[in-house]
């Protein structure tokens, strides 16, 4: 492990499968009356968040409890980052706290590579999703939700995804979630493919490594996993598509399209879940989809990635100290 996680491209295929392995240890906590290790007491961790944001904030804030560090809330939203802050000085407002981690979500690409190559704070920097680029515990938590479901709780152990298909369906362009599972997942030797309209795939999306389709029905039947994505409206400026009830009839999963699965595939969303548009109730409530499990699992990947960060491996992340102090 490196001293931060900013991109799941970052991750060498032995990071992702120790963190993997890791969080199953972790979740193994969540099966004891007290869940709570002591690993982090003492260690100030600062969940700093510019984008609105449920599961994420919540499932770090829950990681980091369970982990035993004291937590920081800040919200952008009633900060001085409204009468105009920047991220600089809200940094070094940190530093001067001492805090030994921050978790950031910006807006704006590339802010948490921006924070933990700046100088600007001598922090460990987890990137909780950044504009349209990288959102790696997401594709984390995914690739555990897989590895689980597809291998097994105690079989995955050790292992990679190597040869499972994935296909990735739906809001390609603005989705940081569909380029960090493309990078993570391809890391861990599976073969993805994004399924979108032509107006939905990024440019340049052929020196990524996946295939890509525009024709949902034709990936089903060879599919270990879909993973359904939400359109982001609140990041389109443009039509991408001619109506609501179009897309869905193209590009949405129903119960007709579900049962074209293998029987062993599963559903997956990262939420939030539009019902009626990328996904009807009848698959988002039917015992193939993961969207919960990944819920869970994220709290499992977040305490392993802060464990990994801030207690399991030392020499990555601690401070000068005594005589070699500059």
């Not at 449920?54 to 409890?65: D, L, M, N, V, Y």
Request: with cysteine; charged share 25%; net charge neutral.
């Amino acid at each position: 492990m490196q001293r931060h996680l900013i991109s799941a491209a970052d991750l060498t295929r032995d990071d992702a499968v120790l963190i993997l392995d890791t969080a199953e240890e972790m979740a193994r906590v969540a099966d004891r009356p007290i869940k709570k290790l002591p690993t982090l007491r003492g260690r100030t961790i600062v969940n700093l968040f510019f984008e609105d944001s449920t599961r994420t904030r919540i499932s770090f804030e829950a990681a980091e409890k369970r982990l035993s560090a004291d937590v920081i809330n800040f919200s952008a939203k009633g900060s001085s980052v409204s009468k105009g802050e920047s991220l600089k000085d809200t940094a070094q407002t940190l530093e001067a706290m001492g805090v030994d981690a921050v978790v950031i979500r910006h807006g704006a690409s590339g802010a948490p590579y921006r924070l933990a190559n700046s100088g600007w704070i001598d922090a460990a920097v987890v990137n909780a999703g950044d504009g349209t680029h990288q959102h790696p515990t997401q594709a984390l938590l995914d690739a555990f939700t897989m590895r689980r479901r597809l291998t097994g709780r105690d079989a995955g152990l050790g292992q990679d995804l190597a040869g499972r298909r994935i296909t990735i369906v739906g809001d390609v362009l603005h989705s940081r979630v569909a380029r960090s599972n493309v990078d993570l997942l391809h890391t861990l030797g599976a073969e993805v493919t994004l399924v979108a309209p032509p107006t939905l795939v990024p440019v340049g999306v052929e020196n990524w490594p996946c295939e890509v389709s525009y024709d949902l029905d034709s990936t089903l039947s060879k599919s270990d996993a879909v993973m359904m994505l939400r359109v982001q409206r609140e990041r389109m400026n443009a039509a991408f598509f001619p109506t609501e009830r179009e897309y869905s009839r193209r590009y949405g999963l129903d119960g007709d399209r579900m049962a074209r699965l293998p029987e062993h595939a599963i559903v997956m969303h990262p939420g939030p879940m539009v019902r009626g548009m990328e996904i009807t109730a009848e698959v988002a409530d039917s015992g193939r989809c993961t969207a919960i499990e990944q819920v869970a699992n994220g709290v499992s990947i977040r305490m392993a990635v802060l464990y990994l960060l801030l207690g399991g491996n030392e020499p990555a992340v601690t401070r000068p100290t005594g005589s070699e102090e500059k």
